[in-house]
């Protein structure tokens, strides 16, 4: 019974398993280490929601009498109890009972969370989260708790056996009580499925699924923006009613890596860019294209029939009163796979002797076809070298994590999906830094290394910006995406109030009533996200500046000022781009 028990748990603790790996290969331990340390909110959230006292419900069954989970405690301590007055199964009931204390205590978070308040009560996971070597890497303590689950599996379930071999002397009233105990234990933590979002009964859409090949599949636009999890939840389960064999729309429980940057590269994409994007998914696999009318323009519908008419001259097509599916088929498009097919560099200029910096790894692809990584888009290992220059041999050699995004479409930048944590080597001075990857030379460059506690010579507002973005061209109505590798030159380090700005220089002085909302405005540093490592940008350090922004309304030909800017102080590091507006019914080629 304990063994059938512990099974039922068996798949979840697979899942996490799969879950904590993903994790382990894209922060080492060190790393993971450092930035629980450096970082208030980077322990998971989820640990907040843990409530074992109302894990269950209220009033449910024996819980009404105690806490819930009571009649499973009960059985659990019977089963320690008896297990210690046995001498053969002593050692083995209380090392299980110690187990599921600790790990209970530890489920619990760094500190006592009551009534969804803060006690301020720190509990030993603190102690562990910052001692022990590898705790750090578990986020989220919630996990911990299935083996409490599991331990008080099998402590129940030797707590009924105890009760029946010691107390009951009649065979039938063995069993009965065997049944009893089993039924109690169900009718308590038997729950009806709690409602997340309404099932969507459209068997238009599966029949128009079907009358495509089954192939991977994905909803344009998928769903970067959206507000809810709802759309994306009703989607999986279309795809699941429709047999689809894979489906990218951003959310499916544990999320393939890249999934969020494939979701952005769908949803960016512009009348200038969308054959691009289509064909580097093609190159995943992916040939259904679904597009949903609830979230698109008839106009916004047209533009993407028009780049899927480009890419395949007559796909297959069915259509719902929410849908459009259209099929391209053909051959795999050619790309290039390999780091050797790629430019890359590092988004830093200096840094302090013995930190641990932060550096985004920009990748260009400046070929006429997609790139992908060699295999799946998984961490690569990848070796850092820093040589003092004038010396004859490396000063600092590391093994850094590299986590390339699936697949970068024709003429695209983009950034490995986290930046690198480096440390910096001890002595101050100039340095010439080189990345291998599978002994292949990535990248070569010079860093300057800073005392600690020196200052920048120059002012305290400075920049270098690199804008990615040049003559860009979009329908009316269209927004532009703008990328901008910026350095911070200055003297002091960036906060949350230094933001990358863009303004609209409106040709010949007009000035357009409509257009107010997108003349200017910010693009940010994901300092609030949940996983972002990002706390400041010091000296010498940089970010890619990555996103949409909104364009005029009239037609023409503008110049966008992009620039960093001290919110209520001023702008500094100015570029500027040019943007080709052209009438919606006029494609950009």
Not at 315 to 328: C, E, G, L
Not at 565 to 572: G, I, L
Request: aromatic share 10%; proline share 6%.
């Amino acid at each position: 019974g304990a063994g059938v028990a512990a099974a039922l748990f068996v798949p979840l603790l697979s899942g996490y398993l799969g879950f904590w790996l993903d994790h382990r290969e894209v922060r080492s331990l060190a790393e993971a280490s450092g930035l629980s340390a450096r970082i208030q909110d980077y322990m998971s959230i989820a640990n907040q929601e843990l409530r074992w006292y109302e894990a269950l419900g209220r009033d449910r069954g024996i819980s009404s009498l105690g806490v819930p989970g009571i009649s499973a405690v009960v059985m659990a301590v019977l089963g320690i109890f008896f297990g210690v007055l046995t001498p053969g199964l002593r050692s083995v009931i209380t090392s299980l009972g110690l187990f599921g204390c600790v790990l209970f205590v530890w489920s619990l978070g760094p500190d006592l969370w009551w009534n969804y308040e803060r006690t301020g009560v720190v509990l030993p996971y603190a102690w562990a989260h910052a001692h022990l070597p590898g705790f750090a890497v578990i986020r989220n303590p919630a996990f911990l708790s299935l083996g409490v689950m599991v331990a008080v599996a099998f402590l129940a379930a030797m707590g009924i056996d105890q009760v029946q071999r010691r107390v009951v002397r009649w065979r039938w009233l063995v069993t009965v009580i065997g049944l009893l105990g089993m039924s109690l234990l169900v009718g308590e933590f038997a729950r009806t499925p709690t409602i997340i979002g309404s099932i969507p009964e459209r068997l238009n859409l599966t029949r128009a699924m079907q009358v495509v090949p089954k192939s991977p599949s994905v909803f344009v636009p998928v769903g970067s923006e959206f507000n809810s999890s709802e759309p994306n939840v009703q989607r999986l389960w279309w795809s699941v009613r429709g047999s689809r064999v894979a489906l990218i729309n951003g959310y499916s429980g544990f999320e393939p890596q890249g999934s969020k940057y494939l979701a952005r590269l769908v949803d960016f994409s512009t009348d200038g860019t969308r054959k691009e994007v289509i064909e580097a998914l093609r190159i995943l696999g992916v040939q259904t294209f679904i597009l949903d009318r609830g979230h698109m323009t008839d106009e916004e519908i047209d533009r993407w029939g028009h780049a899927l008419g480009r890419v395949d001259a007559s796909p297959r097509y069915a259509s719902t009163d929410r849908f459009v599916v259209q099929h391209i088929g053909g051959t795999t498009p050619r790309f290039r796979a390999g780091w050797q097919q790629i430019d890359a560099r590092m988004v830093v200029e200096s840094a302090i002797a013995s930190e641990r910096i932060l550096v985004p790894f920009v990748l260009v692809n400046t070929g006429s076809v997609a790139w992908r990584p060699i295999g799946r888009p998984v961490v690569q290992r990848a070796e850092i070298s820093w040589r003092l220059q004038g010396s004859g041999e490396d000063a600092v050699r590391a093994d850094i994590s590299i986590l390339p995004p699936p697949v970068i479409p024709a003429g695209s930048v983009s950034q490995v999906l986290h930046p690198v944590s480096v440390r910096v080597p001890e002595a101050p001075g100039m340095y010439d830094v080189v990345v291998r990857v599978d002994g292949f030379e990535l990248i070569r460059t010079s860093i300057r290394v800073r005392a600690s506690g020196s200052k920048l010579l120059s002012p305290d507002l400075q920049a270098e910006v690199r804008l990615y973005t040049s003559n860009a061209c979009v329908r009316s109505g269209e927004r532009v995406v703008i990328q901008a590798e910026v350095i911070n030159t200055g003297a002091i380090a960036w906060d949350a109030q230094h933001r990358l700005g863009f303004r609209w220089l409106v040709p010949d002085g007009r000035f357009v009533m409509d257009d107010l909302d997108a003349l200017e405005g910010r693009l940010t540093v994901s300092y609030d996200e949940q996983d972002s490592p990002w706390i400041q940008i010091p000296p010498g350090s940089g970010y890619l500046f990555e996103g949409p922004i909104p364009t005029p309304i009239d037609p023409g030909t503008y110049k966008v000022r992009v620039g960093m800017v001290k919110e209520q102080v001023r702008w500094f590091g100015n570029q500027t781009v040019s943007v080709l507006v052209r009438p919606s019914g006029d494609p950009c080629q």
